[in-house]
C-alpha cells in the first residue's frame, strides 16, 4: 500500500502535467500529417481552453494543487496548438466538425454559428475576449467573494467534465469514429483513471467539486469506449459476416443458373434426336 500511496504522491503529478501532451500530440501529429481534421470535434479545444482558463483564474482564489494549476497551464498552450492545426486543415464543408448539427426538424442552431465560423479570427477573438472579462472581473472587488471563487471553479470543473461529449455525438451523427485517434482515448481513460486515484489518495487539498467532476468525466470516457469499440470492431465484424453472406448467396445463384444452362442444352439435345 505504501508503495501505491507513494507512486500516486509523487508520480501522479508529473503525469499530469504531462497528460495533455501525451494526450493531444499525437493527435496533432495526425492532423498535420493527413492535411484534414475531418471527424476531429472543434468542440474538444474549446472545452478544454475555457475549462483551463477558468482553473487558471480559480486557482488564485483557492490554491488548490500547483500540480493541477501547471497541468491547466500546459493544456492551454497544447490547446491553442491543437485548435490552430485543426483550422488550418478543416475540410471545405465543415460539417465534420459540427456534432450538434443534424438532418432535419432535429438540427440544433447554434446564435450565430458559434464556434462554427468558416474565418479563423473570430475564434482567437473569442478567446481573447474570454481572458480579458476575467482579467476585468479578477481585479475588482467582486474576486475576493467566496461565492464568486467556488462558482468560477464549479464552472470550469464543470464544462471539462463534458469534454467527451461533443466527440461522443459526432460519432453518433458520422456512424463511426474516423478521424478520432485511439491515442486520445487512451489517454483520456488512463489519464482520468489516474486523476481520480490522485484526487482521492493525495495528501493536497483537492476540492469535492474537482472529484465530482472526474468522476462524471470518467463514466463519459468509458462510454466513449464502447462506442469506439462498437464502431471500429462490431460493425467491421457484422459487414464482414455480410459480405460473406453475399458471397455465399452469389455462389449458389451462379451454381443455380449454372445448372438451368445444363439442363436447357439437355432439353434441346433431347429436341434434336426426337427430329432426327
Known amino acids: 500500500m505504501n508503495v501505491i500511496h507513494l507512486a500516486l504522491e509523487y508520480g501522479a503529478p508529473v503525469f499530469l502535467i504531462t497528460s495533455p501532451l501525451t ?15 475531418a471527424g476531429f470535434s472543434l468542440d474538444i479545444p474549446l472545452i478544454m481552453l475555457v475549462a483551463s482558463i477558468l482553473k487558471v483564474f480559480y486557482w488564485w482564489g483557492e490554491y488548490y494543487s500547483n500540480a493541477l494549476l501547471a497541468q491547466a497551464v ?41 464556434w462554427q465560423w468558416r474565418s479563423t479570427q473570430p475564434y482567437w477573438m473569442t478567446m481573447v475576449y474570454f481572458v480579458a472579462a476575467l482579467f476585468v472581473l479578477h481585479i475588482t472587488p467582486l474576486s475576493n467573494l467566496p461565492t464568486y471563487i467556488s462558482i468560477l471553479g464549479a464552472v470550469g470543473l464543470a464544462v471539462e467534465a463534458t469534454l467527451p461529449i461533443p466527440q461522443i455525438l459526432a460519432n453518433h451523427r458520422a456512424g463511426s469514429c474516423k478521424g478520432f485517434r485511439v491515442s486520445v482515448l487512451a489517454a483520456w481513460l488512463i489519464g482520468d483513471t489516474c486523476k ?29 469506449g464502447a462506442q469506439y469499440f462498437f464502431y471500429t470492431y462490431t ?20 451454381e443455380r443458373e449454372g445448372r438451368n444452362e445444363e439442363e436447357d442444352r439437355w432439353d434441346a439435345g433431347e429436341k434434336d434426336i426426337r427430329m432426327t
Not at 25 to 36: K, N, P, T, V, Y
Not at 81 to 107: C, I, Q
Not at 235 to 254: C, I, P, T, Y
Open 235 to 254: 460493425r467491421k465484424n457484422g459487414k464482414m459476416a455480410a459480405g460473406s453472406d453475399r458471397g455465399e448467396e452469389e455462389q449458389e445463384l451462379v
Open 196 to 224: 481520480m486515484g490522485y484526487f482521492f489518495a493525495s495528501s493536497e487539498p483537492i476540492p469535492w467539486t474537482f472529484k465530482l467532476c472526474g468522476i462524471f468525466q470518467c463514466i463519459c470516457d468509458f462510454y466513449l
Open 23 to 37: 494526450s493531444y500530440l499525437d493527435q496533432i501529429l495526425s492532423i498535420h500529417r493527413s492535411r484534414s481534421s
Open 74 to 114: 500546459v493544456m492551454i498552450a497544447t490547446q491553442v496548438v491543437l485548435l490552430k492545426v485543426a483550422l488550418d486543415n478543416r475540410p471545405r464543408s465543415g460539417v465534420e466538425h459540427t456534432p450538434f448539427s443534424g438532418a432535419g426538424a432535429g438540427e440544433i442552431q447554434r446564435p450565430y454559428d458559434f
